[in-house]
């Protein structure tokens, strides 16, 4: 179950231009680790990911903004998939990070 899971999160993840903007080389396995940790809940492993990733290259918050518009898990934009893995607390965040409203983006 797990590897199907993995490979189902790893076939679907894409990034938009918006990463090339920013000059960072996103390989697939960085893109997998952000869903992932989007997956568990674990905002400490999420942050860390989204460190790892960008470094000092662009500010923090236009990092996580990055992130949430541009990356896809399961074909979703990174909060949608969050919430729909009951991921809570880390969508929260990256919410927040991202300047997203939570409650517009229920209503859409």
């Known amino acids: 179950m797990k590897t199907a899971i993995n490979a189902i999160l790893f076939s679907t993840v894409v990034f938009a231009a918006a990463l090339v903007q920013a000059d960072t080389t996103v390989s697939d396995q960085d893109m997998l680790n952000l869903c992932r940790a ?6 400490s492993a999420f942050r860390r990911e989204v460190r790892a990733l ?32 009951d991921s809570l607390e880390t969508a929260r965040y990256l919410a927040g990070k991202a300047g997203v409203d939570l409650t517009e983006l229920a209503l859409k």
């Open 54 to 85: 960008y470094g000092r290259e662009i500010p923090v918050l236009a990092s996580y903004r990055i992130v949430a518009e541009d990356l896809r898990c399961n074909g979703e934009d990174a909060i949608r998939f969050a919430l729909h893995q």
């Open 38 to 43: 989007l997956q568990q809940d674990d905002v």
